[in-house]
């Protein structure tokens, strides 16, 4: 989970888009050539201070799961928390952050960053062969991100499905260290 927010953080607070960011014409744009996107473009850089996430899981479809099922993993991973932003992450900006909490198991078909503005779609394979498509579409500023991600594919122990996340950040005030 920690990915998935880094990540739809760090694409959300990315800036201005530009041309195809495909860099190597493969027909896909792996996390490299998508952070290196962001960092063309003049990704918006956070501001450090205190933040409130909401991670909400919208929807959730599986074949194998049952109604009390779903509703159990609605309400766990449903949730609300604050985190402090240090300067020094901040510097890093959240592109780093994303980068630094993946492992290159996924790839984009589509990556568009336009002023604030999200829309991708990407693919990431599993440890078991797995594969699971992501489309993303959300805007951000360098105080508040807010991402829409639908999920397709084998969900582990449910069997094939979707689920819908909505994730929000917001900086509420300065980190009371």
């Given amino acids: 989970m920690r990915f998935i927010v880094a990540t739809l953080t760090a694409i959300a607070l990315a800036g201005c888009g530009s041309p195809d ?7 896909t744009i792996s996390m490299d050539e998508a952070q290196a996107e962001i960092e063309r473009s003049g990704a918006v850089t956070p501001r450090a201070g205190q933040y409130r996430a909401t991670v909400e899981l919208v929807d959730l479809e599986a074949d194998n799961a049952p109604p009390q099922a779903v509703d159990m993993m609605k309400q766990m991973m449903s949730r609300s928390f604050e ?3 240090t300067q020094e992450e901040a510097d890093k900006g959240f ?6 909490s993946q492992d290159d198991s996924c790839t984009f ?3 568009e960053v336009d002023g604030g503005d999200i829309d991708a779609v990407m693919n990431c394979q599993g440890e ?5 498509r992501m489309t993303m579409t959300g805007t951000g500023t360098e105080t508040t991100s807010d991402m829409t991600m639908r999920m397709e594919g084998n969900i582990p122990g449910q069997g094939e499905g979707s ?6 950040h917001e900086r509420i ?3 009371s260290s």
């Fill in 128 to 132: 078991a062969g797995e594969t699971m």
């Fill in 109 to 111: 078909d589509r990556f």
């Fill in 83 to 85: 985190y402090c932003l």
């Fill in 21 to 27: 960011p495909d860099s190597d014409g493969d027909g």
């Fill in 173 to 175: 005030g300065d980190c």
């Fill in 95 to 100: 592109e780093q952050m994303a980068r630094e």
């Fill in 163 to 168: 689920m819908t996340m909505r994730s929000q």
